[in-house]
Nanobody, 116 residues
Framework: QVQLVESGGGLVQAGGSLRLSCAAS????????MGWYRQAPGKEREFVAG????????YYADSVKGRFTISRDNAKNTVYLQMNSLKPEDTAIYYC?????????WGQGTQVTVSS
C-alpha cells in the first residue's frame, strides 16, 4: 500500500507560479517512479509529468514542456511539480500518481486555478 497526499494548490494569476508537493508513505519511495496528472472540468484525466525512481530522467506532456518541472527528494519521500508561466488552461485538479507493480496509487488531488 502507498498513501499519497498532495498540497500546494491554489489560485494564481496567469503568468504566475505554484509548486505542488506530494508526500508518499507506505513503501520505499525510491523504489518506484512517480507522476503528476490533471483533470479539468468536463475533461478526462491527462498525464502532465513523470520522473524515474532515481530522479535521473523526467518526461512531460507537450502542453507543459518548458514551463513545468518535476523533481523528487527520496530522503523526504516527496515529489514536486514546479509550475511556471501558468495559463488559464492549466486550471485543473492535479493528482499525484505512483505506478507500482501491485497497482496504481493516486492522491486525493489538489485544485489549481489560474485566472486570466
Amino acid at each position: 500500500q502507498v498513501q499519497l497526499v498532495e498540497s500546494g494548490g491554489g489560485l494564481v494569476q496567469a503568468g504566475g507560479s505554484l509548486r505542488l508537493s506530494c508526500a508518499a508513505s507506505g513503501r520505499t519511495f525510491g523504489n518506484y517512479d512517480m507522476g503528476w496528472y490533471r483533470q479539468a472540468p468536463g475533461k478526462e484525466r491527462e498525464f502532465v509529468a513523470g520522473i524515474t525512481r532515481s530522479g535521473g530522467s523526467s518526461y512531460y506532456a507537450d502542453s507543459v514542456k518548458g514551463r513545468f518541472t518535476i523533481s523528487r527528494d527520496n530522503a523526504k519521500n516527496t515529489v514536486y511539480l514546479q509550475m511556471n508561466s501558468l495559463k488559464p488552461e492549466d486550471t485543473a485538479i492535479y493528482y499525484c500518481h505512483a505506478p507500482l507493480s501491485i497497482g496504481d496509487y493516486w492522491g486525493q488531488g489538489t485544485q489549481v486555478t489560474v485566472s486570466s
